[in-house]
């Protein structure tokens, strides 16, 4: 359980936030499928990405931490032998996803399983394209939920169309894909994060990119690389929403990765009427419309800026998000459980809301749903909220931000 206390005051200071977690689950798996070595630094401490580091050591690859720093010695897809155990993913379906397309060209076995909401989050996005290049994947009932296991190898490139946008479903394509024979070509609907097209390129490969299409040839030799992980900003986005809504709130946050293809919440907030670069004066935000457009650039930031929705003038209405019924808890129904006992109108859809702005949050205890991401909205919501608010489980904060209490406790003058 934890409290978040109203804060009356401005927030105020500089902080840096923990390294981008999507970066950070790529860069340890081209480190570890590169030949050579690979120094990682500013890997987030959180829960998700140690996730990965675990799986690749269980894969045989040697990883050693020297404060900071990641050292990984690649030895190339070979370098990947059969683990002697299932290999726990945790709460990471980043890390189960993608691992589903590395393990897709190993020849071994390998099963991959999760803790009670990875084991409810849909796999047969992966399963589907990973079975028409050749692996055989098998989970739990009707074959498509964790446990899953892998039976990998002769892959063969393929043409695949993604009926939904989504990073990990093509990054767990192209990882396959650059162990198939011949070439892959990936249709996305909307350009989803391009994390994965990048570490190709940084670790030395070919990747082909044209609109919303992305194409890897099979075969490819990747070299190890030092690569240093920005601030996540899906983590600066509480921050950045607290800043917004506590008038004269002053809140640098540094070194933060602002690609085109994640900053989506900072557009939204503008929309909103924020000023992100420096002083935010008294000026309250305005609800606006969100639709479907923005889903890839802004898809973990929705419980946040249904936080900063919560406090808007007027009605927010976000549609297109039924994605989001599928993450570590299914933000569209926790986040309105959540307004709703902060004394919010909330109208719930099958693919979004309409949450209609209000002047003050009234306090009260809520739940996290064990999801991360919502318990650091809810708390920003407690430092808005008359009375605070007391959250369950709070410390699922920990899967991708530890730091994430102490943070707030810097900027909230006493
Ligand atoms: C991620 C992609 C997104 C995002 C997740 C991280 C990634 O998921 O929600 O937190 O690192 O590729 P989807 O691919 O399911 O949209």
Redo the contacts with the bound molecule.
């Keep these: 359980m934890k409290r978040v206390l109203q804060s009356k005051k401005p927030l105020h200071g500089e902080i840096s936030v923990p390294g981008d ?2 970066i950070g ?2 860069a340890v798996i081209f480190g570890s499928i590169a030949h050579g070595s690979s120094r990682v630094s500013n890997l987030s401490g959180g829960e998700d990405n140690q996730r990965t580091v675990q799986a690749f050591k269980d894969l045989g690859v040697k990883i050693s931490s020297e404060g900071e720093t990641l050292h990984i010695d690649g030895k190339g897809w070979e370098g990947l032998t059969a683990p002697k155990t299932t290999i726990d993913c945790g709460n990471s ?2 890390t189960m ?2 691992l589903s397309g590395v393990l897709a060209g190993r020849p071994f076995t390998t099963i991959l399983d999760g803790d009670q909401s990875l084991r409810r989050r849909p796999m047969q996005r992966v399963i589907e394209p990973l079975s028409r290049m050749g692996a055989n994947l098998v989970g739990r009932e009707g074959r498509e939920l964790a446990p899953l296991e892998i039976n990998g190898g002769n892959l063969k490139g393929i043409e695949y169309s993604m009926p939904i ?7 767990a394509i192209l990882l396959a894909g650059l162990q198939a024979e011949g070439v892959t070509i990936i249709e996305e609907p909307q350009n ?2 391009n ?1 994965t097209e990048l570490m190709i390129k940084g670790f030395g490969g070919e990747v082909g990119l044209d609109g919303r299409h992305v194409s890897v040839q099979g075969g490819q030799t990747l070299h190890g690389k030092d690569v240093r992980i920005p601030g996540d900003i ?1 983590s600066a986005a509480f921050f950045l929403v607290a800043a917004a809504l506590i008038p004269a709130s002053r809140i640098v946050v540094r070194r933060v990765g602002v690609n085109p293809t994640r900053d989506g919440v900072i557009e939204i907030l503008r929309r909103m009427g924020a000023e992100i670069e420096l002083l935010n004066a008294t000026m309250r935000l305005k609800g606006v419309e969100i639709g479907a457009e923005l889903v ?1 650039r802004t ?2 930031e929705y419980p946040i800026l249904a936080i900063a929705a919560a406090l808007a003038e007027g009605d927010t209405v976000i549609s297109g998000v039924k ?1 989001l019924r ?2 570590e808890s299914d933000r569209i129904s926790a986040m309105s459980e959540g307004l709703r006992r902060l004394g919010v109108d909330v109208e719930e859809r099958e693919d979004g809301l309409t949450i209609r702005g209000r002047e003050t949050l009234q306090g009260n205890k809520v739940r996290s749903f064990g999801d991360h991401r919502i318990a650091m909205s809810l708390a920003i919501a407690g430092l808005c909220a008359e009375g605070g608010v007391e959250i369950d489980d709070a410390q699922c904060v920990a899967i991708s931000f530890p730091t994430f209490f102490d943070l707030l406790d810097e900027i909230c003058l006493p």
Excluded: C, M, N, P
Excluded at 165 to 171: G, L
């Design positions: 977690k999507s689950h790529r379906g980043t996803r993608l946008a989504s990073a990990q479903v093509k990054s989803s994060r994390h899906s890839a898809i973990d994605e599928f993450k």
